[in-house]
């Protein structure tokens, strides 16, 4: 898991560390020790630590005009034992939700297993975002089948129209634009809805 980078292009547009509003803020990067591990896995020192031992992600981009936040997941996001979704939606949504960022594409790819507790912090993302999204991608089919299972459609988009594996050859702003024309057919309304 270790050769597992976050993705590293969009770099010339965003790094979380340098953004002033960001929750990493000034964090340091150590490029040769390996600080993190997910079991017994070490990962790669770019992943940010979140307070779960399983689920560490990487803000990949944020604009602050258009009110959206791209975030790359990996490990295991088990509610379960580790609340995995209460450490994303305090320490990390709640933070973009007050800068008035509503809108949100988590990058689930290398995200290995789901395990569901409760839906409380589920649904408090939904409220939160008001007249925003948030859209989970490239969940593996095994992980999709847990969301299903567990009703998540009720709080954030997924499937099979957001299972975008060439989302790396795209800019930020065009991922995005992609993402809200997806979520607005799916729900029926105009493209040209300014969400």
Same mark, same amino acid.
């Given at each position: 898991m270790h050769h597992i980078e976050p993705y590293y292009?969009?770099?010339? &547009?965003?790094e979380a560390e340098k953004d002033e509003q960001s929750p990493f803020f000034e964090r340091e990067y150590d490029e040769f020790k390996f600080t993190h591990s997910i079991y017994n896995y070490v990962i790669h020192p770019q992943w940010d630590?979140?307070?779960?031992?399983?689920?560490?992600?990487k803000i990949l981009?944020?604009? &602050?005009?258009?009110?959206?936040a791209i975030i790359e997941m990996i490990g295991?996001?088990?509610?379960?034992?580790?609340?995995?979704?209460?450490?994303?939606k305090r320490d990390v949504l709640d933070h973009l939700i007050h800068l008035q960022i509503n809108k949100f594409i988590l990058i689930a790819e290398n995200v290995l297993n789901f395990h569901f507790d409760i839906d409380d912090y589920y649904?408090?993302? &939904?409220?939160?975002?008001?007249?925003?999204?948030?859209?989970v991608l490239n969940l593996q089919e095994h992980v999709e089948q847990e969301f299903q299972l567990h009703n998540m459609h009720y709080y954030l988009n997924f499937g099979e129209k957001l299972n975008i594996i060439n989302w790396r050859v795209l800019k930020p702003s065009d991922l995005f634009h992609e993402i809200k024309r997806i979520i607005?057919?799916?729900?029926?309304?105009?493209t040209e809805i300014n969400n």
């Open positions: 292009l969009w770099r010339d &547009y965003y630590y979140i307070g779960s031992d399983t689920l560490f992600i981009f944020v604009d &602050y005009s258009d009110g959206y295991e996001w088990n509610d379960c034992i580790n609340n995995d979704i209460m450490f994303l649904a408090e993302i &939904y409220e939160d975002v008001e007249d925003g999204w948030a859209a607005h057919y799916s729900l029926g309304t105009s």
